[in-house]
């Protein structure tokens, strides 16, 4: 009786000789192969092709989400390179919440923005960016140890948002002394009518460098 061939040890045989085939061609066209796509009988030739067209297929979309990420990225960078421009067109210190909050809706085509500061010198404690902040507030902010994507959950940031009634999905960005990893100083708020605009599935490398270049702008307001 003849043994059964181990497969393993036959594709092993197959490796470890290439030649095989150059010395056995005709097998090329004699094996007969069930074909996945149409289901008839194919040579080893048409499988292999089969096989490849498979593989071209897949790098063929793997380059284009690789392109629409990097053009996806690209915008992000303009705009964010747009928002860092306006920041350093404010005429001063004091100015600069509002050209933090408006330059972030003008470049990013953010609907809603906002923000507030406390720990701030005296002669800024009754502007808008210094006021209704409560200690849970606060409380709130030292907890956030990176950006907050995602849903609406009543948080009582968002309620600064001029149409606070409105927004359906938020972004809330703690505001931190350059290398701080504990009090925060300040809350940035980004709000949305649309639910599927800021999520929990979203990167936040861009909200993180937003944080960062905030944070440095906003910190000759502190006393």
């Not at 003849?2 to 095989?20: K, R």
């Not at 931190?176 to 809350?187: E, H």
Request: contains cysteine; hydrophobic residues 45%.
């Amino acid at each position: 009786m003849t043994a059964m061939l181990d497969s393993n040890i036959v594709a092993q045989y197959l490796t470890e000789h290439p030649q095989f085939f150059d010395e056995h061609a005709s097998l090329l066209s004699d094996i007969k192969l069930a074909s996945p796509l149409t289901g008839r009988a194919v040579s080893l030739q048409e499988r292999q092709m089969e096989v490849m067209r498979d593989k071209y297929k897949a790098l063929e979309l793997r380059m284009s989400d690789l392109k629409r990420l990097a053009t996806e990225n690209e915008a992000i960078a303009n705009k964010f390179h747009r928002w860092t421009q306006t920041l350093l067109e404010a005429e001063d210190i004091g100015s600069m919440p509002h050209a933090v909050a408006d330059g972030l809706k003008s470049a990013f085509d953010v609907p809603q923005a906002t923000l507030r500061l406390w720990n701030i010198e005296a002669i800024y404690g009754d502007e808008w960016f210094a006021r209704g902040v409560t200690d849970d507030a606060r409380l709130f902010a030292n907890g956030l140890q990176a950006p907050y994507c995602g849903s609406n959950k009543d948080f009582e940031a968002v309620r600064w948002l001029d149409d606070a009634s409105a927004i359906s999905s938020t972004v809330i960005i703690p505001l931190r002394k350059r290398g701080s990893k504990s009090a925060a100083f300040g809350l940035l708020i980004l709000g949305s009518a649309d639910p599927a605009r800021f999520t929990s599935l979203m990167a936040t490398d861009f909200l993180v460098h937003i944080g960062e270049t905030a944070s440095t702008a906003l910190a000759p307001l502190l006393a």
